[in-house]
């Protein structure tokens, strides 16, 4: 079957160069197969890079589909490409830049559209000049506002349109930084139906003078100024006599440094409330605050009484208070501060009495006398300590106690303190417990 031929109805279904293709091209054990492929409908391309001193083109072009050129600029290597002048619709914003001792030159084209005009960006960075000129003919109906900014010795000069919209004008914004001048002028005609409250402020040496319209605020309200004072700089402010009395807030006494502040208090405020006034002093500040006499009778707080350092402080409590609660007085010295106290002996109620707070520190001397009339219902033990070289004398109440129980005193002697504790002659037979007699030192 293999040596015969193939039939005549079978050889029209083969192509007639079969055979050719598929016999193989074999030398020295190395199959080569060589196809050609041609086509001018695509073209990839061209890739164009410059290294050392070499440089090669592809002149083969494509029409159809232009590719926008790369321009790179490495070294010594020089690559000049011309654009080609295809469609006119549209022209990309040129990119300016310029590193080093490269040179490039873009030309604009003069046939830009007039309907619209970007604002142009003005800057000056080092020893590169580049100019820029706007338009004449722009449009009227809208201007920005300039910026107008000056960083070391550069110089931009800006002139604004004077034909602007008076309708709106914004606060103009003055600041002095350093030695650099800016002048700023407002316009005459703005709008009286609001004025803002002026920011008025002093940093440094610096001198900014700013004058409120006088015929222009209205009555109905009025802000409180804010008055500060900050190194050695003097604001002067002076409020409005006819202020509103209805309402009158607590002025904010506040004296740092040596800065001199003088507020007056107005004469005919409320009588329905008076807050109780903060009295501090700190450092060497002199701060003068009267109370008024007529205060309300209903209630009185406890005064707070502190004295830190060299400072005087002197307090008069009212003679008729309430007789219905009477709070245990605070006793406290520190340092060699002296302070006196006088209870109101005939004040507190027979119902209870607390036991006072007896305590000495240092070389502080604390005189107090207890009542005679004690209440006999109960009687607390009395806490006696004694610490250094302090000496407390307390003597008990001999016909006051009650007979159905006494507690053990607590006598503890440490160091070289002397306690004389005389105990009762007629103690209790029903209970009487050990007493607790500890003795440290040299007693």
Known sequence: MKDQ???EEIQGLLIANTKNILKPIVKDTQANIEVNVFREDLEPRPNISAYEDDTKENKKDVKDFKVRPNFSAYGDNGIDAKAKRSVKDFE???NISSYGNNDIDVK???KIGKDFEPRPNISAYGDNNIDVKEKNGATKDFEPRPNISAYGDNDIDVKENNGATKIFEPRPNISAYGE?????????QATRDFEPRPNISAYGDNDIDVKENK???????EPRPNISAYGENDIDAEKKKEAVKDFEPRPNISAYGENDID????NGATKDFEPRPNISAYGENDIDVKEKKGVTKDFEPRPNISSYED?????KEKK???KDFEPRPNISAYGDNYINVKENKGATTGDFEPRPNISAYGENDIDAEKKKEAVKDFEPRPNISAYGDNDIDVKGNNGATTNDFEPRPNIIAYGENGIDDDKKKKPVKDFEPRPNISTYGDI
């Open 311 to 315: 400072n005087d402080i002197d307090v």
């Open 215 to 221: 015929g222009a605020t209205t009555n109905d309200f």
């Open 180 to 188: 650099n001048d800016i002048d700023a002028k407002e316009k005459k």
């Open 320 to 322: 008729g208070a309430t």
């Open 5 to 7: 031929e193939m039939p």
């Open 92 to 94: 990309p914003r040129p």
């Open 108 to 110: 604009k084209k003069k």
């Open 263 to 266: 507020v007056k208090e107005k």
